[in-house]
Structure formats: structure tokens, C-alpha cells
């Protein structure tokens, strides 16, 4: 099972901008869809973005849709998550999940999850 680790979180003023990473184990990253999810304190986990194994298509939540934008690098094995136009709402812990398909990640089932990564935006 491919292991992952998010790394790039910090605190950032409303309107700015931040790169999240999330890097695989496996030599087999390119066998995955990858995306990212977050969990606002006293909420649910939500999906946020997706991208298939070939980089070829990807797939956003409606609240971060024209500004986010989701990418990997097969040959760093490491996914990108390109957040801008940042709102005090995006505020949350960002994680990075990896699954068999792009269908499997939406769901956020049978995914392998990072540890996440703290994203903190100030008004």
C-alpha cells in the first residue's frame, strides 16, 4: 500500500496564495489516483480535488473550483495542490489520500491517507 506524506501548510492571509505537496513511497505512484481532502475544526472531512493516475483529468469540489488546481509530477512522485484566492473559510487540516481510481479517491474509500497538514488563513 503506497504510503503518503503532505508537506507545505502554514498560515496566510486572506487573497494569498500556498503550494501544498504530497509525496509517495512507492515507485508505483503512477499506479494511483491521487487527491486531496480537509477537515475544518467541528466539521466532517470534505474532498477538495482529485487527479487521475496519468495526470489526464481531475476533478474539483464547487467551493474551491477556479482556484485550485491539482497536479503530480510522476517523476518526483509527488502530487501539488495550488491554492489561491484564499478565504478564512479554507482554513483547515489538508490531507493527501491515494487510491486505485479517480472514482475510489472522490469517495475518500479504500484510500491511503497522509498525516495532513495544517492550512491556516487569517481575515
Known amino acids: 500500500q503506497v504510503q503518503v506524506v503532505e508537506a507545505g501548510g502554514g498560515l496566510v492571509q486572506a487573497g494569498g496564495s500556498l503550494r501544498l505537496s504530497c509525496a509517495a513511497s512507492r515507485h508505483t505512484f503512477s499506479d494511483y489516483a491521487m487527491g486531496w481532502f480537509r477537515q475544518a475544526p467541528g466539521k466532517e472531512r470534505e474532498f477538495v480535488a482529485a487527479?487521475?493516475?496519468?495526470?489526464?483529468?481531475?476533478y474539483y469540489a464547487d467551493s474551491v473550483k477556479g482556484r485550485f488546481t491539482i497536479s503530480r509530477d510522476s517523476a518526483k512522485n509527488t502530487m501539488y495542490l495550488q491554492m489561491s484566492s484564499l478565504k478564512p473559510e479554507d482554513t483547515a487540516v489538508y490531507y493527501c489520500?491515494?487510491?486505485?481510481?479517480?472514482?475510489?479517491?472522490?469517495?475518500?474509500?479504500?484510500?491511503?491517507w497522509g498525516q495532513g497538514t495544517q492550512v491556516t488563513i487569517s481575515s
Open positions: 489520500a491515494a487510491g486505485s481510481s479517480l472514482g475510489t479517491v472522490v469517495a475518500g474509500r479504500n484510500v491511503s
Open positions: 487527479i487521475t493516475w496519468s495526470g489526464g483529468s481531475t
